[in-house]
């Protein structure tokens, strides 16, 4: 199994453009989460699903959307870019609430 | 509200043991994770500990858990350079989709 994982590993975007981070796990997950990662923070949830075409808002969902047509992906939106976005950005997938979370390697966005 | 604070560095000599603390607000929590995050890396998990108990052991990783002081702890014994690496405590109550992640504690290791 190839676990979690992530596509691009590093992206710069200029403001107001937009990009799609994508995230792929294939242990047949139901759970699946995307965070951000400020520099010296813990990690913020964005948004989660518990399965295909249900998602729901984390701490911090503005500027971002998600979608979750099938089991394995769940794509991470930012339509407008913002220099507030440049963080470093994990998915995540779980077997169920409250179980183990299985982290990708991250994606680092920098807008300028 | 819920939070989970940690220290932000620790230093030891390899060979030595490390102890890396963590307290929470939760009460309701009933998983407590570590993650160890290597440079360039995603989060790995370690090791973790359920609400209703005191002590788990795994290797050379000790976690003690005190619900009364909300206070998990992290023991590395024979620390080795490997090790190094920025370590998060975390926590998960039933019920709940969100798990709650402190700063982390980056571990630095001497040889």
């Known amino acids: 199994n190839a676990g979690v994982t992530q596509t691009p590993k590093f992206r710069i975007l200029k403001i107001g453009q937009s990009m799609t981070l994508q995230c792929t796990q294939d242990m047949n997950h139901n759970y699946m989460y995307w965070y951000r990662q400020d520099p010296g923070m813990g990690l913020k949830l964005i948004y989660y699903?518990?399965?295909?075409?249900?998602?729901d808002k984390g701490e911090v969902p503005n500027g971002y959307n998600v979608s979750r047509s099938t089991t394995e992906d769940f794509p991470l939106r930012l339509e407008l870019a913002a220099p507030s976005q440049t963080s470093v950005y994990f998915c995540?997938?779980?077997?169920?609430?409250?179980?183990?979370?299985?982290f990708g390697p991250g994606t680092r966005l920098l807008v300028l | 509200g819920e939070d989970v604070e940690q220290s932000l560095f620790l230093s030891v000599r390899e060979g030595d043991s490390s102890v890396i603390n963590c307290t929470y607000t939760?009460?309701?929590?009933?998983?407590l994770y570590w993650y160890k995050q290597e440079p360039g890396a995603g989060l790995q998990l370690l090791t973790y500990?359920?609400?209703?108990?005191d002590m788990k052991q795994d290797q050379r990783l000790t976690v003690l858990l005190n619900k009364k002081d909300k206070h998990l702890s992290l023991r590395i014994a024979d620390t080795q350079t490997g090790d190094s690496a920025i370590y998060f405590c975390?926590?998960?109550?039933?019920?709940?989709?969100?798990?709650?992640f402190g700063a982390g504690t980056r571990l630095f290791v001497k040889a």
């Open positions: 500990i359920f609400s209703n108990m």
């Open positions: 939760d009460s309701s929590s009933t998983y």
């Open positions: 975390a926590e998960i109550h039933t019920g709940g989709f969100k798990t709650i």
């Open positions: 699903s518990v399965g295909a075409g249900i998602t």
């Open positions: 995540a997938s779980s077997g169920g609430q409250g179980e183990t979370q299985y």
